[in-house]
């Protein structure tokens, strides 16, 4: 049987974005929920998931993506959000600004989609800090979600990479398989 490598593409933040989250990741957890905070070593924006794919295509993925040229470009953090599945949150997230992010992304589908991956439908940029369970109340969460000054950070994204994902009972681990820098 072929082995599979589970990957995807991603941003990574430099640790003043990294240290702002952390803040808010804190003050998130004086809420009382049921759930998890992203670890901050795994805070990343995705790009793209490729899912399982076997090693030889994992190599044309890796060619492809070397295609892919472009200038630095800034982003920020914006605003904070929820995902909900019948009016429960389930993911928190902070969103992030930039229109070259989206530019980046539609780039990394256009080189891939000959490799039979789909393009995607709704990218959204985001950065996922927590995972719900459960919330006493939804309403009152989301009141507090609101009320939560997010500092409007710019960076610089210089770089994009293709990360591995190993499944762990403790959460998922991420390793670096290649980096693409910016320097069109």
């Known amino acids: 049987m072929e082995e599979k490598v589970r990957c995807f593409i991603a941003v990574d933040f430099p640790s003043e974005i990294i240290k702002e ?15 998890k905070l992203t670890e901050l070593e795994n805070l990343h924006l995705t790009l793209k998931f490729l899912g399982e794919i076997p090693k030889d295509k994992l190599e044309l993925v890796k060619k492809s ?37 989206f530019e980046l992304q539609k780039n990394i589908d256009s080189k891939l989609k000959d490799l039979s991956f789909p393009t995607e439908e709704r990218f959204m940029s985001h950065l996922t800090i927590a995972r719900i369970k459960y919330v006493k109340s939804p309403e009152g969460f989301k009141k507090y979600l609101d009320g939560l000054g997010v500092k409007n950070l710019k960076f610089t994204i210089k770089n994009f ?4 994902s190993d499944l762990k009972p403790l959460g998922p681990t991420y390793s670096l398989i290649e980096e693409y820098p910016c320097n069109y």
């Open 21 to 35: 989250i952390a803040r808010i990741q804190e003050v998130l957890s004086g809420i009382k929920f049921v759930g």
């Open 65 to 101: 993506l070397r295609e892919i040229k472009l200038e630095e470009f800034e982003a920020n953090l914006d605003s904070i959000g929820t995902f909900s599945f019948k009016g429960k949150p389930k993911i928190v997230w902070i969103k992030i600004a930039s229109k070259n992010l």
């Open 161 to 164: 990479k293709l990360l591995k």
